[in-house]
């Protein structure tokens, strides 16, 4: 038996929260308080990820993402795509988190969601935070904080 592994099955062989497989394109859409980042997977389906200050003026943001649900007007956190792409899709949210902090500076970002998401998020997240920043998780949410 001869076993064959894809170009993209290859991808996802590295490290995982290591951000190697390529990220989707990025639209952004910005004002003052709200910096909001879409992108499409190959099956069409939409993400957005939303960063919002929580204090006019402290630089202390509140960040989630969802994909659009079957309404299609509706974005949710809570559908499950479960189509292969999670490697390319982290890959993406970590780039759009990445340049954030680096075009940003925040002095904090916080983010909630189930324990076994939080744990794929801080993999990820943990492996590609510049090192002047700090990562803290409990059961139910994440913090990205600047180091004192």
Known sequence: MKLIITESQLENLYESGELTTSPYNVDMIR??????????????????????????????????????????????????????????????????????????????IQFEADERRLSLYSIYIKKNLPMNYKIQVNSKEMVIKKRD
Do not use: C, Q
Not at 64 to 80: C, E, L, M, T
Not at 82 to 88: D, L, M
């Open 31 to 108: 004002n003052d308080w709200r910096k909001v980042y879409k992108f499409k997977t190959e099956d069409m389906d939409e993400y957005e990820v939303n960063l919002h200050e929580m204090d006019e003026g402290e630089n202390n943001w509140y960040m989630s993402f969802a994909v659009k649900g079957p309404s299609d007007v509706d974005y949710s956190n809570n559908i499950i795509v479960n189509k292969g792409r999670v490697y390319r899709v982290m890959s993406t949210i970590g780039k759009v988190l990445k340049g954030f902090i680096y075009n940003h500076h925040p002095e904090s």
